[in-house]
């Protein structure tokens, strides 16, 4: 039986990359096409992905996604169909407007899975997000209820939508904040801005308190799952991704202090109920001041003419918005997380993975 065909939808970003990865190394494919609108050259490949996407069953193909001609072109294939299409195109930022989200993520998926019915792809592949759930306290199951709190994951809900209409087979994987190598936007811009009060020599405080729930999973266990939902799982299903960490900003803290032996500490609810008085956003460019000249002069010191990364936080991410997610019921299918824990070292492979680029100082 011959090997399945794939396509990558958004397969150089940071979930991407490591995915093809992980199809490569276990040569789980006969073909995999990558689909994106940044070329790799600029894409801050580690040697190890460089490696990868230059594997004879990889193809990568710079597209337009928000195009249907860009789309039907790079969909086109010779021979045997597509077997599983895994989207992972979408605005990965926080902050901007709602018409770039709509374009982005909505608009994007109903063009390609209308280019999927159309070729008669096996199954699609939705890789969602657990911010689309009420914020609690207590964990949120597959079921729980519905509130987006990020318009990117408004978006992407709306997008989960959309794809239960269109007839295709699918499965849809919700995860926690993905953590792990060339990660930008999850755990990334902590450690950054624990790098910048290690070179301040200060004290690093959040807002709120230290059991505000940020959930995480490792990408690496992300790009199992989904692999697992393309070939285990059955039609319609929806997963939550979560290691059993129950990370929260403490957890977080505590592994920021033994990487860089700094200090941390929390204003607690009254004092940043009475910041949030102000306006988060006013409290967010305050806190991105303070640093971003120190984490330029940082870089700078270190030879570093130019990153992707910023301790640049937007002010979506500083409310008092629990992210708490029960990852197992894939796990009642069979699945397993090879990364039940983030450890301290997970941060230092983050940085390893870009100080090997000489995009992150060297401590």
């Not at 940043?272 to 971003?292: P, Q, V």
């Amino acid at each position: 039986m011959s090997k399945p065909k794939v396509i990558v939808l958004g397969g150089v970003g940071f979930i991407g990359r490591n995915f093809v990865k992980h199809l490569v190394d276990n040569d789980l494919c006969s073909e995999i096409r990558v689909l994106d609108k940044l070329p790799t050259s600029l894409a801050f490949f580690s040697e190890e992905h460089k490696k990868t996407f230059s594997d004879s069953r990889v193809v990568t193909k710079q597209a337009n996604l928000c195009s249907p001609q860009s789309i039907e072109k790079c969909f086109a294939t010779e021979g045997d169909p597509w077997d599983y299409v895994f989207n992972l195109a979408a605005e990965t930022k926080y902050g901007q407007t709602e018409e770039v989200y709509k374009e982005k993520v909505l608009d994007v998926l109903k063009k390609c899975t209308d280019e999927a019915k159309k070729i008669k792809v096996k199954r699609w592949i939705e890789v969602s997000s657990a911010q689309v759930y009420e914020p609690s306290s207590k964990p949120s199951k597959e079921d729980g209820k519905i509130k987006p709190w990020t318009n990117l994951a408004i978006y992407k809900y709306q997008a989960e939508e959309h794809l239960k209409s269109t007839g295709l087979d699918y499965v849809i994987l919700r995860p926690a904040i993905v953590y792990g190598p060339g990660d930008t936007y999850g755990i990334a811009p902590r450690v950054i801005v624990g790098a910048v009060y290690k070179y301040l020599d200060e004290k690093l405080k959040n807002l709120w308190d230290s059991d505000l729930e940020m959930n995480t999973v490792h990408v690496f266990d992300v790009s199992r799952a989904m692999w697992f939902a393309a070939t285990k799982v059955k039609n319609g299903a929806v997963y939550n991704l979560a290691d059993k960490n129950k990370t929260d900003q403490g957890k977080i803290n505590t592994l920021l202090e033994e990487l860089f032996s700094i200090k941390t500490g929390f204003y607690g609810k009254i004092l940043s109920s009475g910041a949030k008085a102000i306006g988060l956003k006013s409290i967010a460019e305050t806190a991105n001041e303070k640093h971003l000249k120190p984490w330029s002069e940082l870089c700078k010191k270190c030879g570093i003419q130019s990153t992707p990364l910023s301790p640049y936080v937007d002010p979506e991410l500083i409310k008092n918005t629990a992210l708490s997610v029960d990852g197992t019921a894939i796990e009642s299918e069979g699945f397993k997380y090879d990364h039940p824990t983030l450890k301290k070292e997970h941060l230092q492979q983050i940085m390893d993975y870009y100080g090997q680029q000489n995009l992150f100082p060297k401590f």
